[in-house]
């Protein structure tokens, strides 16, 4: 696969949470048109959510035992959110 990612998935990566090796990568081109919400507030443009998301691209990847994304958590308030609090 030659689309690049933001997260380097290596064939010997194993769950953070659980240390599963059963670790699915997704990568879908969107571009400009995904859609986001954070408890209601929606949001149509480029992926813009830590750990989802690159460039054009909805990129993560998932642990199909328990079901945890792969990442960094928590993530820090969101743009989504802030405005929600106005
Ligand atoms: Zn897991």
Redesign the pocket.
Known sequence: MSTSTSISLSSTQ???????I??ALVVGRVKDQCFQAIRGKWYEGYPSLDNISAGDNLDFAF??????IQGRFPVSLTWLEGAEEE
Do not use: A, F, H, V
């Open positions: 194993t769950c953070s949470k659980c240390n599963s059963r670790i642990c199909l035992d328990c079901g945890q």
